[in-house]
Every structure is written in structure tokens, then in C-alpha cells.
């Protein structure tokens, strides 16, 4: 009996669980609630006390869905609705071309910024009434003002007196996930895919559907669906019915789908016997898959490819360029407007090259040889998403190539899915790097928006850190790095102090107590996860293969710059990288007034010191520390750093639910663990050369450097395919 009653009490208590954290943490940031201000929570029912939305085709729809189901949540109420626009006090919501003229004249000038996906949120008397207009040029202009408006009313802010008007500065704004066919993701840390290809295209998980609103609610436009390094089957009938269907569920948030191309396609399900490019049995191959994918999906985006990198096969095995392998899927896809997305992630085992410059060493020199519908996808920094690298210097070299920027959300040098990361600091520390191309203030931003060499076609993408985890993303706060990412692909000069404050409110609550500190922790995390891994400009010390905890010692791998010390080049003499012209000269791939600056030891803002250069061990730092000393203290501060973000999340325990709480207070746990290994083992590892004592304030490791050698990983998540 007592047995039973126990056992109840754990199903009860453990389903609850269960229930709590779906309910908490599966609505991202759309979990709209009751407006608490009362002043304001009257506004909104003033606001909305009549309400006149156009109907029309599947994305207005979806538009009418958010509309209603987020309304009746925050004013705890079923919204009215009219048929007429010139009632008084009414909510209008219609494209530019169903509002009553006289109106759309009065609106006149906001619209000429708006173009496709932009819209007007306005409050405006009209004929002697008090309207609200939510207006656009396009029905997906409509979705995006109605998530908009939403998020205003859930974050608390009056709409009494709004003017917005709001249009985003890059069209494709993108996920790419890089999900294998058996559902394991590559750099995933948040479950399995969220693909269920086994029982697609019949079956549609409405988690599809949630993952969509999720991404129009932040003006997502576009998603790859497969990893990069990809296999062909994906563009067999077998396959493309099950993308069909799901690029059915998309449409009406207006996601379009991407798959990526494997080069060597045509032979592995096409049956010929080779992938040349320039060969005419090749061409007329993609050009038919093209059109057997269009015949299926009207607007599909088209591919995203990985090529002639990491033993993905590509144009060069048949002693062709890059461009020849763009351009021949670029055909295939004009007639039908799709793109190519073409990465410019290579670098070669063949080429014994600083491996940052390789890839502008091979892509410049073929600007304006691209089809116009392709794109170059450019990581954000030369080697590999780093927690910090300098920008890439491929942004502003390309003055004729539409170059799209490549985000990691998924955090797989960042501490996986249990370190508390917010990205969009990174982002935004790219963002605004100055490239000096076109002069001061040529910022990658502007490369990217294409407002710096006027860009027809412009794009950013991030891959993806979502898994079917019950919370998308393994952390909860990783939520934030896929809201961030969405938000800075629609305005690249938001800051992520702002897209902080948005998704802290819209996530968790509009109480200044909690919102203040917890936005403080947000924005110092990167700087901390950067001082406990890679302090100064310190890069790839990561364990081999899983990138899980440090490595700095792996020296062994059959590649060279897949080892570590090619990296960090520790020696008695000292530590670093040395890029300058003494060394590998990648500075000259960027403007002469950077390169100036990342040459020049004492120039050089510190935090890319030891990318650019190697320096000895008592070498004086800004702040008259030996370099030794500053790395230490540099790893000593990342701790110390985790340690802050814990006693802030303790402070603000009073406003948030006990889930919520442990849940981040236990990953936060690990995150210390994690940090101190990093110090410990690194800081072990680099004194085999400084030979240095650590200065005072630096703990001393509680274990040996064997030790951490000794650690191994096999089974740690997100490992990609064992062909390395
Ligand atoms: C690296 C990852 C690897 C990816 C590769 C890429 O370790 O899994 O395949 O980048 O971007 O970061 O192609």
C-alpha cells in the first residue's frame, strides 16, 4: 500500500515535472501571457476592441492564427472582429492595397522603405477616428507586423502613440541545419533531428509547425534542411517527397526550403560516371533534378553546398574551379530562380599555407565570375567558429559576389548546449568590425546587407542549434542565440544589448529585478567563455574531433592544422601565431589600414594578440603584465566570471519558477566544472614551456596535466562523421 502510494507520488510528481518544463520552455519566446500592468493591460483592450483583418491566401491565414490565439492570451479575452475599416477605434490590419485609399495615401511615405517583407505599425487619425494600422506591401509583411505587434503587447509596451516601420536589410535570412538522414546531427547538442524522415511525408510532427512560427516570429525566410557534408540520397524521389511535405508546412510562415547538393550526386544516385562540371551528361543531370524538384516545390530555394573541403567531393577532383561547380548548379536553377550557395569554408591538405588564408586566397581572385544567383557563403572568421576570431577578410574583397555571412548558433567550440553563451555579442562584435574597403566605417555589416558595393542578392545564415529536445535547444538560454541570430539577419545593426532585453522579457518576465542583472550576466558570458577557453587570441585547442574541453597538446592528427599546436605554436621562446609579414602574411589579405594595425603588437587590440603574433613569455602587456601572467589571469577571470553569472541567477530566484531556476542553476553548475578544467589544463600545458610559476590569484590545479591528457571522449554528442 505504502509502496503504491509512493509510486503514485512519483508519477504525479515526475509527470508534473515533465509538464512544467514543456509548458516553460517549449514556447521559446511566443509564450504570450495575460498583460499584468494594469494601466497598460487597459490600453490593450481599448486598443483592441474591434478588429478588421483582410483575408486572403495561406500566409494571411497564418497571420489571422498568431493573431487571434496570441490576443486572446494576452487580453485574457476572444478578440472582435469587423468587416468594415472605418469604424471608430479599430484595429486595421490589410496590405497597402486593400486599405481605403485615402488611408494608404495618408501612410504614403512610410511605404517607400517597406519593400517586400516590411510592414507599418501605426496609430493615426484618420476621418476624425483613432486607428491603428498594421499595413505592408506583401502578405509575409503582414505575418512579420502581426508577430511584431504581438511581441510589443507581450514585452509591455504601449502602443498609444507607435510609428514603426520596420523592413529587413538582408533577403535570405537562414538556418542551415546540418542534420544527417538517420536523424544524428552534426554539431548538435540539443537531441536528434527534428526531421522525421521515416515517417514523413504522411506524418506531420506539429512540432514542424511550431519550429516554423518560431522562425517567422523572428523573420526566418529560409532553412537548408540537411548537413553540409551531405549525402546525395537526400535528392532521390524517395527523399523529395518527404522535403515536399515538409516545405508544404513552411510555406505559410513564407520559409522556403534548401537542400544541400552533394557534388558527387550525379554519379552516386544518377548512375553516370562522373561529376564533372563541365561535362554535358552532368549538366543536363542537375538540370533535370532541378526541374523534378521544382515540379514538386514551386519555391524551392535552392542548394547549399560544401565542396573540394574536408573530403567533400567538388568541381577540383576534376581539375576544375569553384566557379565551373557554382556556376553549373546556378544554371540549373535560373530558369526556376533558385540560388546557389556556395561556401567558401576550404582549406586544403595539400596546400601547406597558414590554412586563415586560404580561403581568400582561393575565392578573390574569381570575384565577378559567379552567376548572379550565387552566393558565397563566408564564415565569420578565417578559421572556424571560434569563441573569438577577427572578421574574416574575405568581407569587403569581393566587391562583385554576393557574399552571405555563416553564424554557428550551435555552440560546438562554445561549450556544446550546457554553457550559458549569448552569441549575438559575438555576432555583433563581427558585425561591426571595420573592414576599411571602402574607407572608415566599411563595416561587415555593410558588406553583408549589400549597402556597401550595392548587392543585389544578400543573405546570412546560422547554423542551426535546435534538436528535439523538449526545449529546442539543450540550454534554455541557447534559445536566445537562435532568437538573436534571427533578429540581427533582419537588422544587422540591432544591438544585443536591445535583442537581450526582447527576448528576456518575451522568454521569461518584464520584471526590471530580473530583466536588468540577467541581461548584464547575457552580455558578459561570451567574454567569459572566451577568457576560460581561449584567452588573448588563443584558437583551436579544442580536444580532437568532438571539439569537447581542451587539447592543446594533440599534435599527432595526420593533418597539420588539424592539431592544435599549429595553432598556438607554444615553445620555451613563447606563444602565438605569428600572421604578420615575419610570419604568414595573412594580415596582407586585409585593408592596409587593418593589416597596419593587427602587425603591430602594441597596436593591436588585445584580444587578437596571439592570433597575429608569437610573442615571449615575459613580453609586457597593456597593462605592464608579462604575458605569462595574463593568460593565466585571463583564465583565472573566466572562472571567476561563471562564478558571478551563478550568484546572479541565485539574486534574481524570486522571479522566475522553481524549473526555470534549477534548470540553469544546474547547467551553470557544469559550466564552472568545465571552465576550471579549461584553466587548469591549459594553464598545466602552456607552463611545460613558460615554466613560469602561476601568479598569485590564480588557483593552483587540483590535478595533474596527465590527467587531463588521460581523458577521453568517444561517445561525446554532436560528432561528425568518422571520416577525419
Ligand atoms: C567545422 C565542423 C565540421 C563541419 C565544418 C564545416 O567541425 O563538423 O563540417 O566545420 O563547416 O566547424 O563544413
Known amino acids: ?79 472582435e472582429f469587423t468587416t468594415v475599416q472605418n469604424s471608430k ?32 505599425l501605426k496609430r493615426t487619425l484618420w476621418d476624425g477616428k483613432q486607428l491603428t494600422i498594421l499595413t505592408a506591401n506583401e502578405d509575409l509583411g503582414i505575418l512579420y507586423g502581426v508577430f511584431r505587434m504581438l511581441h510589443l503587447l507581450q514585452t509591455e509596451q504601449s502602443l498609444s502613440e507607435i510609428h514603426l516601420v520596420d523592413a529587413p536589410k538582408i533577403d535570405l535570412r537562414m538556418l542551415n541545419h546540418w542534420d544527417n538522414l538517420d536523424r544524428t546531427v552534426e554539431r548538435g547538442y540539443a537531441g536528434f533531428s527534428l526531421w522525421n524522415w521515416q515517417k514523413l511525408p504522411e506524418y506531420i510532427d506539429p512540432r514542424y509547425i511550431d519550429y516554423a512560427r518560431a522562425n517567422a516570429s523572428i523573420g526566418i525566410n529560409a532553412v537548408s534542411l540537411t548537413n553540409v557534408n551531405a549525402n546525395a540520397l537526400i535528392l532521390t524521389p524517395m527523399y523529395l517527397e518527404k522535403v515536399e511535405a515538409l516545405a508544404n508546412v513552411f510555406r505559410p510562415y513564407g520559409i522556403k526550403v534548401f537542400l544541400t547538393a552533394r557534388f558527387s550526386a550525379p554519379m552516386e544516385i544518377g548512375g553516370l560516371e562522373t561529376a564533372d562540371p563541365l561535362n554535358q551528361e552532368v549538366q543536363n543531370w542537375w538540370n533535370s533534378k532541378a526541374g523534378e524538384i521544382y515540379d514538386r516545390i514551386p519555391d524551392f530555394g535552392g542548394f547549399l553546398v560544401k565542396a573540394n573541403s574536408e573530403g567533400q567531393p567538388g568541381p577540383q577532383n576534376y581539375d576544375r574551379t569553384h566557379v565551373d561547380g557554382a556556376n553549373m548548379l546556378a544554371k540549373a ?22 590554412r586563415a ?17 550565387v552566393l558565397v557563403q563566408v564564415k565569420n572568421g578565417p578559421i572556424d567558429f571560434q569563441p573569438r576570431e577577427p572578421f574574416h577578410p574575405m568581407f569587403g574583397a569581393m566587391p562583385k559576389t554576393p557574399l552571405m555571412m555563416e553564424f554557428q548558433i550551435t555552440q560546438e567550440y562554445l561549450g556544446f548546449s550546457t554553457h550559458l553563451v549569448y552569441l ?11 573592414t ?46 537562435w532568437y538573436g541570430f534571427g533578429r540581427l539577419a533582419w537588422d544587422p545593426y540591432l544591438s544585443s544589448e536591445d535583442i537581450a532585453d526582447e527576448w528576456l522579457r518575451a522568454t521569461y518576465s518584464n520584471d526590471p529585478k530580473f530583466v536588468e542583472p540577467v541581461r548584464a550576466m547575457l552580455l558578459m558570458s561570451r567574454e567569459a567563455v572566451v577568457n576560460y577557453m581561449n584567452p588573448l587570441g588563443l584558437h583551436h585547442i579544442f580536444d580532437t574531433g568532438h571539439h569537447y574541453g581542451p587539447g592543446p597538446w594533440v599534435s599527432e592528427l595526420s593533418r597539420p592544422e588539424w592539431n592544435p599546436t599549429y595553432y598556438h605554436r607554444a615553445n620555451d621562446k613563447g606563444i602565438g601565431f605569428d600572421r604578420t609579414p615575419s610570419g604568414s ?33 615575459d613580453y609586457k ?68 614551456f613558460s615554466k613560469k610559476e602561476l601568479p598569485d590569484g590564480v588557483e593552483k590545479p587540483t590535478k595533474t596535466l596527465e590527467y587531463f591528457k588521460s581523458l577521453k571522449f568517444p561517445f561525446a554528442p554532436g560528432i561528425r562523421p568518422r571520416w577525419d
Open 1 to 79: 500500500m505504502a509502496i503504491r502510494k509512493i509510486l503514485l507520488l512519483y508519477i504525479l510528481f515526475s509527470s508534473n515535472l515533465v509538464l512544467c518544463q514543456t509548458l516553460e520552455n517549449y514556447d521559446l519566446w511566443l509564450g504570450y501571457s495575460k498583460t499584468e500592468n494594469p494601466e497598460l493591460s487597459r490600453e490593450y483592450q481599448e486598443l483592441f476592441q474591434f478588429i478588421y483583418i483582410e483575408n486572403g491566401n495561406e500566409i494571411l491565414a497564418t497571420a489571422q492564427k498568431e493573431l487571434i490565439a496570441g490576443l486572446e492570451k494576452i487580453l485574457g479575452d476572444k478578440p
Open 89 to 120: 477605434n479599430t484595429v486595421i490590419i490589410a496590405k497597402r492595397e486593400n486599405l481605403d485609399r485615402s488611408l494608404a495615401e495618408k501612410l504614403g511615405t512610410d511605404f517607400n522603405a517597406l519593400g517586400k517583407d516590411g510592414f507599418i
Open 333 to 354: 536553377l535560373k530558369p526556376h530562380n533558385g540560388n546557389v550557395i556556395w561556401r567558401a569554408f576550404v582549406y586544403s591538405e595539400h596546400d601547406a599555407d597558414d
Open 357 to 373: 588564408k586560404q580561403a581568400y586566397s582561393e575565392f578573390v581572385p574569381y570575384d565577378g565570375t559567379f552567376m548572379e544567383n
Open 424 to 434: 549575438p555579442k559575438l555576432f555583433e562584435e563581427v558585425l561591426d568590425s571595420d
Open 436 to 481: 576599411y574597403r571602402e574607407g572608415k566605417g566599411s563595416t561587415v555589416a555593410k558588406v553583408i546587407d549589400g549597402s556597401l558595393h550595392q548587392k543585389k542578392l544578400t543573405g546570412m545564415a546560422g547554423v542551426a542549434n535546435i534538436g528535439n529536445d523538449l526545449n529546442w535547444t539543450g540550454h534554455p538560454f541557447a534559445q536566445a542565440n
Open 585 to 617: 602574411n595573412a594580415t596582407a589579405q586585409y585593408a592596409p589600414e587593418v593589416a597596419k594595425i593587427f602587425n603591430n603588437p602594441k597596436a593591436i587590440p588585445e584580444e587578437y594578440l596571439l592570433w597575429f603574433h608569437h610573442l615571449p613569455w
Open 621 to 688: 602587456l597593456k597593462n605592464g603584465q608579462t604575458l605569462w601572467n595574463g593568460i593565466a589571469v585571463k583564465y583565472q577571470e573566466g572562472v571567476d566570471q561563471v562564478e558571478g553569472m551563478i550568484a546572479t541567477w541565485e539574486s534574481v530566484k524570486p522571479y522566475i519558477s522553481e524549473e526555470q531556476f534549477r534548470e540553469v542553476r544546474m547547467l551553470l553548475d557544469i559550466q564552472l566544472k568545465e571552465a576550471k578544467w579549461w584553466r587548469d589544463a591549459c594553464l598545466l600545458y602552456f607552463q611545460t
